[in-house]
């Protein structure tokens, strides 16, 4: 599935990381981040990010050559892990951020905040609630 299509057809705007596990990286997305959220893209391997801690309507891509070779002369030295783009519009310009990970994986689904009793199939509490 193509997440920016997804997103697009969508009223989700607020996004936010999180880190589950070490390696890993969660970027949450909902239309209201303090009660649950919709979609997840969860990076593996993660090697090296350069991102802040909440975005507002993000686009995902992948790298192009030229800003792969760019990361691995810099930064990313000794990086060999597939490079991801987040691009966040912020005051008119675009800012571009990097996750260089093993791999990258989407879920959407309704994952709440807080212990919610009852829950229909899809549905879930995030791992930071206890029940």
Known sequence: MDINA???????????LW?????ELLLMGSDDLA???QVEILY??????DAPA????PRFREATEQETHQFRMGEGAGTRAKLHVIEDSADGAV????????????AIGMVY???RPSLQP???LAPWVRP
């Open 122 to 124: 899809g549905e879930r």
């Open 35 to 37: 009660y649950y959220h």
């Open 54 to 57: 909440s975005f507002w309507k």
């Open 113 to 115: 905040h807080y212990n």
């Open 6 to 16: 997804f997103l697009e057809g969508s009223n989700l705007s607020e996004f936010a």
């Open 95 to 106: 800012a571009t951020y990097l996750v260089a990970a093993e791999r990258c994986a989407l």
């Open 44 to 49: 593996h391997g993660v090697e090296y990010a």
């Open 19 to 23: 880190s589950p596990a070490a390696g």
